[in-house]
C-alpha cells in the first residue's frame, strides 16, 4: 500500500479535516472554530494597528497570536500526515511533497511562517512586513467556505473568457491613454506629459466617474472622455456578465450533487438513483 498500513486514527482524522458534512458534528464544529478563529484573527491584526490600542494590549494580542499559531500549526501537520488518504497523494512521501505544493496548502504554510520568521529576522522593517502578512490567513476561509469554494471553481471554468476581457480592458486602457494624451497635451502639459501619465485619468474614469484631480478641458477631450466613460461602462460589464453565467451553472451543479458521508465523493442525481 503506497501510503503505509491503514490507520484508523488517520482515517479519522483526514475526513474530519476535509469532509464536512451534517451527519458528522465533529467535522462541521471543526470547521466553524477555525472559520471564527480565522476571522478573529484578522480582526486581532486589524486592532493590533490602533494606537494607543494596540500597544496596551500588545501582550494580550502576542499571546492570542501564539494561540492561533499553534491550531494552525497543529492542523497544517495533520492535514500533510492525513493527506496520503486522498488517492491523489497515495503515495507517503511524493505525495505529500504534491500536497505541499498546492495551493490550500501553500496558503495554510503562509498563515504560520511569518511567525517563526520572526524568530530569525531582528530587522524592524522586515518584522512590520510579516505582520502584514498574518492577514493572508484571511484566505484559509476559502477552505471552510462553501461560497468561495464555488467562487474558485466558476473562476477556473471562466478563466479563458476572463482573461479575453482583461485583454480588451489593456487595450481599451491603452487608446484611451494614448487618445487623451494627443488631445490634452498642449493644454494640460503636466497632467497629460505623457501616455503612462494619462494611464491614471484612464484608469479612474474606466472604473469609476473620475477622482476630479485630472480631467479634459478642450473640447476634443470632452468629446472623447464621454465617449470613454460610456465604452468604460460596458467593458467591465463583460465579465460581470460571464461571471453571473458561470456561477449560475456552478449553482445548478450543486444542487444536482450529493456528497458521500462515506467517502466524501460527489455523486450526482443519476448515480443516486442508480444505487437506490
Not at 491550531?71 to 505529500?96: A, N
Not at 479634459?216 to 460589464?237: D, E, Q, R, Y
Request: charged share 15%; hydrophobic share 50%; glycine share 6%.
Amino acid at each position: 500500500m503506497l501510503g503505509g498500513p491503514k490507520s484508523a486514527s488517520r482515517v479519522r482524522v483526514h475526513k474530519v479535516l476535509t469532509v464536512a458534512t451534517e451527519s458528522d458534528p465533529l467535522s462541521r464544529n471543526f470547521d466553524r472554530f477555525l472559520l471564527v478563529l480565522i476571522l478573529f484573527n484578522v480582526a486581532a491584526v486589524v486592532a493590533a494597528s490602533v494606537q494607543p490600542f494596540g500597544s496596551q494590549y500588545a501582550l494580550q494580542f502576542q499571546g492570542f497570536e501564539t494561540f492561533s499559531v499553534a491550531i494552525f500549526s497543529i492542523e497544517y501537520v495533520l492535514r500533510v500526515w492525513t493527506c496520503v488518504e486522498d488517492p491523489r497523494y497515495c503515495h507517503p512521501v511524493k505525495g505529500r511533497i504534491r500536497y505541499i505544493l498546492t495551493p490550500l496548502a501553500l496558503i495554510d504554510l503562509l498563515a504560520v511562517l511569518p511567525f517563526y520568521l520572526s524568530f530569525i529576522t531582528t530587522d524592524l522593517r522586515i518584522l512590520r512586513v510579516l505582520r502584514v502578512f498574518r492577514l493572508l490567513r484571511m484566505a484559509k476561509i476559502a477552505r471552510y467556505s462553501q461560497t468561495l469554494q464555488i467562487f474558485g471553481r466558476v473562476l477556473v471554468a471562466t478563466r479563458t473568457q476572463l482573461l479575453l476581457t482583461l485583454m480588451l480592458m489593456g487595450v481599451l486602457l491603452l487608446l484611451s491613454s494614448s487618445l487623451l494624451y494627443a488631445v490634452e497635451q498642449q493644454a494640460q502639459p503636466e497632467a497629460f506629459s505623457s501616455i503612462p501619465a494619462a494611464m491614471w485619468w484612464a484608469i479612474a474614469t474606466l472604473t469609476t466617474v473620475g477622482y476630479g484631480d485630472i480631467y479634459p478641458v478642450t473640447a476634443w477631450g470632452k468629446l472623447f472622455g464621454a465617449l470613454i466613460s460610456i465604452f468604460g461602462i460596458g467593458m467591465f460589464a463583460l465579465p460581470t456578465g460571464v461571471l453571473g453565467a458561470a456561477f449560475l451553472e456552478e449553482i445548478r451543479h450543486a444542487k444536482k450533487v450529493t456528497t458521500c458521508p462515506h467517502c466524501g465523493k460527489e455523486i450526482t442525481d443519476d448515480q443516486l438513483k442508480e444505487r437506490l
